[in-house]
């Protein structure tokens, strides 16, 4: 089998070529299509479409709203989006983990430029990655099951990180500091809870190629007892354009995370934990025009996870736990069009491998083939309709169908609808964890298995757009960790079902010029899940975690270099009790220098994301940019 994998690897390797699309003209590149609405290209891992023909429910988080939302990290930044639930463990960027729609951290894959990045072990260290916002373009959140264009893993939905393609030299640099104004009374030295960071990058853009490069360091001494976190983060990007026709994208990084874990997995009693967690990664990914009418499009993307966890972080000769983790997944996919509709097809392959002192030593390799195609009718109604079959060493064959439409009512209304199944496979952590006497895994388990409908409509009309959707979620054999009660471990079960009726819907509003500019923006996520088939008797880890209603509301306000946003977030879970959070950032822009002060939970909120880890309360920050890209 390894050979198989080496050889999939090196194969996918010398094909090596690749575009990337940005909704941007690039130098050398054919120009990709793009829409007056919008005015930005969806990139999908199979198909990809002009963005008015685009038929899921996407949410796009784009550079302005980066700019305007006060953060500093991916994680905090995907918290603004209704229905994807963020809860961190560590504050600031530290460790948070990601569900979409009221799925679990395990349901979702997470992409970056379309290549899945998501780690094998657990979903707890997805988000250890070292994406700086300056890099980035766009996130994309394609929401729903989506084997059909992503594979398993894609129950609940996908997180897209698109990277910018640089146009010109240039260099960047950002330094930060904040504060609680509170004393740390635990410690003999009595220091102020402060944090700071500083970010370096910069781009070289020749004829032929573009380089972008970013470092940064952050750190801080916590906001309470033992949650102080130090983090180092390296990402390197290329591309290289030999002709109009081939160019090759590569990117590699590492982040390395070193927090106190106090409460994270096992509170009380891991008061002096600590967690390091490092991540390294590269990706290689291509595109060929062979013709008018045929792309390839190759691709390889490695990651590899260490995660040493130390319940005694004075003592590392107890309870400790060491994780080294492989992921490598090769993809080869074409994309034809023919005079009657848009073609993609291809095959992926995705090799994953664990050495853990309480996961022990496994491996799986899972294989899939799929087709799509896509077709517009009379200028309105769209289709794309396709299937994926995937073949697991350990879990055999699956199949999964799907299809997506779009109509377009008139010049300001369009309808959706879209159907879609997928499965989500036992991670390493669900199958052999050994972590007595708390967890233990269940090597018996089988796949969660889902289907999804859902309808909806957006309406765009001036400086007005609006758009609700409505759906409904099956999940069979739906993985839960359950105890008998607290002198028992806990233990992942296929027990129960998961039904989940969900209503989300967004509204934006401009006013003003571009002199002076308001810009009102308020989404809103209701969920209706239950549990059946489930046991009264047994306490559940996840089953009654998930969100219930989720708003979102922001108020930015723009005059000239002036820029000022208010956002507010109000979250209901159906086992925490109900919080808002309210944050504020003030920015002033003077030539290529950015000021700017950060006021999170201005309010002093007490409330709690995960587990037994009470959030930061009031909390300000200051930093200053100079952005010369």
């Known amino acids: 089998m390894r050979t198989l994998f ?9 094909l090596a ?24 290209v969806i990139y999908n891992q199979r198909l990809q479409l ?31 989006s209704a229905g994807v639930d963020i809860r961190q463990r560590g504050p600031f960027g530290t460790q948070a983990d990601l569900s979409i729609d009221g799925g679990s951290f395990e349901q979702n894959i997470l992409l970056l430029n379309g290549q899945k990045i998501s780690d094998p072990q657990t979903g707890h260290n997805s988000l250890n990655i070292p994406i700086p916002l300056e890099a980035i373009e766009r996130i994309e959140i394609v929401r729903g099951p989506s084997a059909r264009l992503y594979g398993v893993n894609s129950l609940t939905g996908v997180v897209n990180i698109v990277t910018k393609n640089p146009k010109k030299d240039g260099v960047f640099a950002h330094l930060y500091g904040g ?18 960071g500083i970010q370096v990058g910069g781009t070289l853009v020749g004829k032929k190629s573009n380089h972008m490069l970013f470092g940064s360091h952050d750190s801080s001494n916590g906001y309470r007892y033992n949650t102080a976190f130090h983090n180092n983060k390296a990402f390197y990007q290329g591309n290289f354009i030999p002709n109009e026709n081939n160019s090759i994208m590569v990117l590699g990084g590492y982040a390395r995370s070193s927090f106190g874990a106090n409460g ?33 499009l190759p691709s390889v993307a490695y990651r590899y996870n260490f995660d040493d966890y130390r319940y005694f972080r004075h003592n590392l000769d107890r309870a400790r736990s060491r994780h080294y983790s492989h992921a490598i997944t090769s993809n080869l996919r074409g994309e034809y069009l023919t005079d009657f509709a848009k073609l993609s097809f291809g095959g992926e392959m995705r090799y994953e491998e664990i050495n853990s002192t309480n996961i022990g030593d496994h491996s799986k390799v899972n294989y899939g083939l799929y087709a799509e195609m896509q077709k517009e009718f009379f200028n309105r109604l769209n289709v794309n309709v396709g299937a994926y079959i995937n073949y697991n060493t350990q879990y055999g064959w699956e199949f999964f169908p799907g299809i997506d439409a779009s109509y377009i009512v008139n010049d300001h209304w369009k309808v959706l609808f879209n159907a879609g199944t997928a499965s989500r496979l036992p991670s390493f952590t669900d199958l052999y964890l050994d972590q007595r006497p708390g967890n233990i895994g269940n090597p018996a388990l089988e796949p969660e298995r889902a289907y999804q409908i859902e309808i909806g409509g957006k309406y765009q009309k001036n400086r007005f757009t609006a758009e609700a959707f409505a759906f409904y979620r099956d999940i069979d054999d739906f993985i839960d960790w359950i105890r008998v009660d607290t002198s028992n471990p806990y233990q992942p079960y296929n027990a129960m079902k998961n039904k989940t009726k969900g209503v989300n819907t967004k509204v934006n509003y401009q006013l003003g010029s571009n002199a002076s500019l308001w810009n009102l923006g308020l989404s809103y996520t209701y969920l209706d899940p239950k549990i059946e088939n489930s046991d009264p008797t047994k306490l559940s880890k996840y089953a009654i975690e998930s969100l219930r209603n989720q708003l979102v509301a922001t108020v930015n306000y723009s005059h000239k270099n002036f820029n000022a946003t208010l956002a507010n977030r109000y979250s209901e879970r159906i086992s925490y009790k109900s919080y808002w959070v309210t944050d504020v950032r003030l920015n002033y822009t003077l030539d290529k220098y950015n000021m700017y002060i950060d006021a999170q939970n201005i309010f002093d909120t007490t409330f709690i994301e995960a587990g037994a880890v009470p959030m930061p309360g009031r909390w300000f920050s200051v930093g200053v940019r100079y952005n010369g890209l």
């Open 50 to 80: 002009p963005s008015t023909l685009k038929n899921r429910n996407i949410t796009i988080i784009d550079q302005q709203v980066i700019k305007q939302l006060p953060v500093s990290s991916v994680n905090e930044l995907l918290s603004y």
């Open 264 to 296: 994270f997995y096992a509170a009380p009693g891991d008061k002096e934990s600590k967690e390091v967690v490092s991540t390294t990664m590269f990706n290689i990914s291509s595109r060929h025009y062979l013709n008018d009418r045929f792309t390839l």
């Open 6 to 14: 080496l050889t999939s690897m090196l194969s996918l390797t010398s």
């Open 179 to 196: 504060t609680n104004f509170k004393k740390d009374k635990e410690n003999d030295h009595g220091e102020v809870y402060n944090g700071r």
């Open 17 to 40: 070529v690749f575009a990337q699309e940005n909704g941007e003209k690039t130098k050398g590149i054919k120009e990709t299509e793009t829409t007056n609405i919008e005015e930005i």
